[in-house]
């Protein structure tokens, strides 16, 4: 079974979307990924936490499987992000983002996490990422996410990343603003001269397309009746998208497409309810049901 290397932030999220408003719930990156991995594959995390994170949360991420010997308690306070939602839940808003203990944050992989073949660096400071991808050992693939504050603040460390990943995760409009390309395939393009092989580009509600060099794939956005809290969706559809390939071990276009839309299904149930609640009940047969309901979506017979 292979297992997937991740490092991303662990916070406390402050939410505000027109159906709620929660805060100091458990989000950030590595969380939302590794609990949307774990549905498929055994998950190792690197990430860090302060003294005041409820240790119950980590206890919750070990149950699920996730090893977190790579997870440090420090002193001082927790990552933590504030974000607000208007109608348009595409499109989430920064009130305020808190670094704190990622401020001084030098990770460390345990001995047993440098093996590993698949490695996702989510969304976190592009140094860090960096820092993870010179400890692992001959990576059989490795994907990276990140987003506007780092592509702003970090984005010559952030292209250094690129040039080291196979896939990367973004989102529509970080990809515009990374390239300043407002063209998505010319965009693409562009990130695959940096060296990326294949680009996952996020549309929110409306699904997700994977380019490669040889052929482009869509997968629809899921037509919910139901969305609260779309915080968490990027992270859940890598984590599905990973899992399902580590689990599998072939990197085939008919894996990567099948990816493209396990990615979706967890998403498209993340967003069913605040933080990763809906994760809690969620079962295997629900997310086959779901994998079976996206193909009868945009399943079209040949015309004659
Ligand atoms: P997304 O999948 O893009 O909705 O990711 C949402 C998560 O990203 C939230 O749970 C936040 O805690 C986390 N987050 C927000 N800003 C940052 C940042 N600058 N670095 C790392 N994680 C962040």
């Given at each position: 079974m292979n297992k997937i290397l991740v490092v991303g932030s662990i916070g406390l999220d402050s939410v505000e979307t027109p159906f709620g408003k929660v805060k100091d719930i458990p989000g950030g990156s590595a969380t939302y990924f590794s609990m949307a991995a774990s549905f498929f594959s055994p998950v190792n995390l690197v990430a860090i936490v302060g003294q005041d994170f409820p240790p119950q949360h980590i206890k919750y991420l070990q149950r699920k499987g996730i090893d977190t010997a790579g997870l440090?308690?420090?002193?001082?306070?927790?990552?933590?992000?504030?974000?607000?939602?208007?109608?348009?839940?595409?499109?989430?808003?920064?009130l305020d983002t808190q670094l704190n203990v990622f401020a001084n944050f030098q990770p460390e992989l345990p001995a047993d996490y440098r093996d590993s073949k698949f490695v996702f660096l989510a969304n976190i400071d592009p140094e860090l990422q960096l820092d993870v991808l010179q400890q692992a050992k001959k990576p059989k693939l490795v994907a990276c996410d990140t987003m506007n504050f780092w592509i702003e603040k970090k984005k010559p460390a952030l292209r250094?990343?690129?040039?080291?990943?196979?896939?990367?995760?973004?989102n529509e409009a970080e990809i515009r603003q990374l390239t300043g390309q407002s063209n998505l395939v010319k965009a693409t393009k562009i990130v695959f001269s940096w060296g990326a092989k294949i680009i996952v580009v996020k549309q929110g509600e409306y699904g997700a397309l994977m380019f490669t060099k040889d052929f482009v794939f869509s997968a629809p956005g899921f037509p919910l009746e139901q969305v609260y809290d779309p915080t968490g969706a990027g992270d859940s559809f890598a984590g599905g998208f990973m899992g399902y390939l580590a689990k599998n071990g072939e990197l085939t276009e008919k894996r990567l497409r099948q990816a493209t839309i396990f990615g979706s299904v967890i998403a498209s149930?993340?967003?069913?309810?605040?933080?990763?609640?809906?994760?809690r009940t969620l079962t295997g047969k629900e997310i086959r049901r779901r994998f079976k309901e996206f193909k009868n979506l945009s399943h079209f017979e040949e015309s004659l």
């Open positions: 440090v308690v420090s002193p001082g306070r927790t990552f933590r992000w504030k974000g607000k939602y208007e109608y348009d839940l595409n499109r989430a808003h920064t250094r990343v690129i040039k080291q990943v196979d896939i990367l995760f973004i149930f993340n967003v069913e309810d605040f933080s990763f609640n809906r994760f």
